[in-house]
């Protein structure tokens, strides 16, 4: 169980474009999804929290109109790159609590590579 | 501000030998420390996680040793293999706070060695 797919996997887009990810919660429900940005060798850059039903919050440093996220359902939330440039070229990945007890546990997609032509 | 320091950067481990990879937080409000293994192109996958109410728990060849008064947490990786290679995360959260995003280490890049 806990299973959370990504889709696509990888992504090329030309420059002005805009891409939409979307992230599922496969075999349970997630009011709450967050988005992350990965660089290589680096850590896991925290980007937004998605709550079902209600707008993101967003970290500092994150262009809200740039990274629209959307969190209709409580097993499906969507980040859209929008006028994407080759700087946004990064790997995307999303995570859902799953609410178990007191085990609240996170759950990680298995990431979105962008490439910005 | 990072709030949670992981060390080593790296690390080089003979196969069946011990990995050990530390961190220290700085927040007495964190209540839950997990561990995640991360493979090149992958997302990261949940390993083994702790609360503070424990000082050590295991799971198969991974444990996690907790010391709440250092503010410190650590993973130790028995009989290392090659398939251990990958890179490892330490995170930590809130109390009760299933919610709120873990608050991730920098993350230490294991290579075991044949």
């Known amino acids: 169980g806990a299973v959370v797919s990504q889709h696509p996997s990888r992504v090329i887009c030309k420059s002005g474009t805009s891409v939409k990810i979307e992230c599922r919660s496969l075999?349970?429900?997630?009011?709450?999804m967050f988005w992350y940005r990965q660089f290589p060798k680096k850590s896991l850059m925290l980007m937004a929290t998605s709550n079902e039903g209600s707008k993101a919050t967003y970290e500092q440093g994150v262009e809200k109109d740039k990274f629209l996220i959307n969190h209709a359902s409580l097993t499906l939330s969507t980040l859209t790159v929008t006028s994407a440039h080759p700087e946004d070229s990064s790997f995307y990945i999303c995570?859902?609590?799953?609410?178990?007890?007191?085990?609240?546990?996170?759950?990680f997609g298995p990431g979105t590579r962008l490439t910005v032509l | 501000q990072q709030q949670v320091k992981q060390s080593p950067q790296s690390l080089i481990v003979q196969k069946g030998g011990i990995s050990i990879i530390n961190c220290a937080y700085e927040n007495t409000a964190f209540d839950y420390f997990p561990w995640y293994q991360q493979f090149p192109g992958k997302g990261p996958a949940l390993l083994i996680a702790i609360r503070p109410d424990v000082s050590e728990k295991k799971e198969g060849r991974f444990t996690i040793s907790f010391n709440k008064s250092a503010k410190q947490f650590s993973l130790h990786i028995m009989d290392s293999q090659p398939g251990d290679s990958a890179t490892y995360f330490c995170?930590?959260?809130?109390?009760?706070?299933?919610?709120?995003?873990?608050?991730f280490g920098k993350g230490t890049r294991l290579s075991v060695i044949a």
């Open positions: 995170a930590a959260r809130g109390r009760n706070s299933g919610n709120t995003p873990l608050v």
């Open positions: 075999d349970f429900q997630a009011t709450t």
């Open positions: 995570s859902a609590a799953r609410l178990a007890g007191v085990s609240n546990e996170q759950f």
